[in-house]
């Protein structure tokens, strides 16, 4: 099993930044990748951003590109979420997700049921 533990959220004006930190404890050493999702109230859960465990590849939802980074600290067994230039529609709950299988590409790294341990989530809002 994998645990994860996110934290780092809050309250933020418009064109802020905020940094998500998810920590990974348990049976890390099978972790294929590991990404962030969001559900804003009233909607789906969408994918956000993935990074590979393997080769640290990255991917991003386009409404975040350019504006998010993600990055893991191997050492600490954490990803991060650097969120910049925050807009009110970022406003949502955030979740981390590890992913244990082998999966290659955005197609894969984005699709929520292929992963298999999930985060309790942190809110993040955005006033304007």
């Known amino acids: 099993q994998v645990q994860l533990v996110e934290s780092g959220g809050g309250l933020v004006q418009a064109g802020g930044s905020l940094r998500l930190s998810c920590a990974a404890s348990g049976r890390t050493f099978s972790i294929d990748a590991m990404g962030w999702f969001r559900q804003a109230p009233g909607k789906e859960r969408e994918f956000v951003a993935a990074?590979?465990?393997?080769?640290?590849?990255?991917y991003y939802a386009d409404s975040v590109k350019g504006r998010f980074t993600i990055s893991r600290d191997n050492a600490k067994n954490t990803v991060y979420l650097q969120m910049n230039s925050l807009r009110s529609d970022d406003t949502a709950v955030y979740y981390c997700?590890?992913?244990?299988?082998?999966?290659?590409?955005?197609?894969?790294?984005?699709?929520?049921?292929?992963?298999?341990?999930w985060g309790q989530g942190t809110q993040v809002t955005v006033s304007s």
């Open positions: 997700a590890a992913d244990l299988q082998y999966c290659s590409g955005y197609a894969c790294y984005r699709r929520e049921n292929d992963y298999d341990y």
């Open positions: 990074i590979s465990w393997r080769d640290s590849r990255t």
